[in-house]
């Protein structure tokens, strides 16, 4: 049974009325970083003399050596960085790396950047512990390695035993 033509233009603007509102929904108000599958953003975590960890979306280039680097969702990222933003570690950004600092995270968003190091202070130390805390979430949440110069969906591959023809 086909439904009536009245009855058919109603579904289908109650349909596209249902999508729009499930579509306006999901942008939160304190948003700060918008993350696009054409505009490069990335997290790092930087020690001071040990390995960087690198998570980022499709867009982010290819990771030097010596950096760990993830790839993730842009979904993903996006879910990330908006609880960020809800718990305050935008607001406890400082404008550039300390000199000399033990640990710095770096949020790059194409040419934005924010940082977070351990500071003297317990303000400083606990927005810095908050900003790892998520950091690390995201990058061990992360399957998919891609080495310095690698291409992530062909090493996951290689590494399940996948061939590819040539």
Request: net charge positive; aromatic share 6%.
């Amino acid at each position: 049974m086909v439904p009536a033509p009245n009855l058919r233009k109603l579904l289908s603007i109650a349909f596209v009325g249902a999508l729009a509102a499930c579509s306006s929904v999901d942008t939160p108000a304190n948003r700060v970083v918008v993350v696009t599958p054409d505009v490069a953003t990335t997290i790092s975590l930087v020690p001071r003399n040990d390995q960087v960890l690198m998570v980022g979306n499709s867009a982010a280039p290819a990771a030097a050596a010596g950096v760990a680097q993830k790839t993730v969702e842009d979904a993903v990222l996006q879910a990330k960085l908006d609880a960020m933003a809800a718990d305050g570690s935008f607001a406890a950004a400082i404008p550039s790396a300390p000199p000399g600092a033990s640990q710095l995270i770096v949020l790059q968003h194409g040419d934005r950047q924010w940082y977070w190091a351990p500071g003297s202070t317990v303000e400083g130390r606990t927005a810095y512990l908050r900003t790892w805390t998520h950091f690390q979430a995201l990058f061990n949440d992360a399957a998919n390695y891609r080495p310095a110069g690698g291409d992530a969906l062909r090493d996951t591959e290689r590494r399940a035993g996948i061939r590819r023809k040539p």
